[in-house]
């Protein structure tokens, strides 16, 4: 079974093998990435675990402040030190609490942003391989069925025995573009969901922190 596989692709018109090498290529970058991209979520769920519970344990947000801008903040903490800056200027012009809110708000959600498109980065290309793959297969295993209908021009009577050949190796290019497809499509919502759920908490935790200025305000 493993040697007529090989056999099939060794036996394909060279174009058919250059559709069958790029989506092989597109997968193994396809899986890199999950592997990568997986990872990365994890930590970013972790690291928001931590910071978290360091600034629900009571820490004077000062000292948080000054030990994550020491640090090499990442995620959730850029979101804090974006915020508590800000903060931090408008207590010294003792700003109303509403404009505290504002100008807090204004600045953590660019940093929400800016941490959100991180974790958006190289996404789109488990999108773009999903949606293209079955296409590049399709064409692959068209080109290879011309060539075997094509072939049955130079004999007098055509069999199956010898069309089937070049249709399955022309069929294996389209199992092919699905087996770099389906996992980049799968990947991709999953990892989308996630990166939602991650978004929402962040939001959340904007809206604790200026709720908790602007207390802060209103008993200064």
């Known amino acids: 079974m493993t040697d007529s596989l090989f056999g099939l692709i ?13 989506l092989m290529l597109a997968s193994l970058a396809s899986w890199t990435l ?18 978290e519970s360091r600034f629900w344990s009571g820490i004077d947000l000062a000292d948080l402040y000054k030990q994550l801008a020491k640090a090499e903040a990442a995620g959730l903490e850029t979101v804090f030190l974006a915020g508590y800056k800000e903060s931090a200027k408008l207590f010294k012009l003792r700003a109303p609490p509403h404009l505290i809110a504002e100008n807090v708000e204004r600045a953590m959600r660019v940093a929400i942003g800016r941490a959100i498109e991180n974790l958006d980065a190289r996404l789109p290309f ?3 391989v999903g949606s293209t793959s079955p296409y590049v297969g399709l064409f692959g295993t068209v080109w290879g069925i011309m060539n075997s209908f094509r072939a049955l021009g130079d004999v007098q009577q055509a069999t199956l025995a ?4 070049g249709i399955a190796e022309a069929l ?8 770099a ?11 989308s969901t996630h990166i939602d759920r991650i978004q929402r908490r962040y939001d959340n935790f904007a809206e604790e922190f200026i709720c908790l200025l602007q207390r802060k305000a209103i008993e200064l």
């Open 10 to 22: 060794a036996n394909a018109s060279l174009l058919v093998q250059a559709v069958m090498a790029l």
């Open 172 to 179: 294996i290019a389209t199992a092919m573009g699905l087996f």
């Open 126 to 128: 488990l999108a773009t």
């Open 162 to 165: 010898l069309v089937a050949p």
């Open 34 to 51: 999950i592997f990568q991209k997986r990872q990365e979520l994890n930590q970013a769920e972790e690291d928001a675990d931590n910071f």
């Open 181 to 191: 497809a389906i996992p980049a499509v799968i990947a991709y919502n999953r990892f």
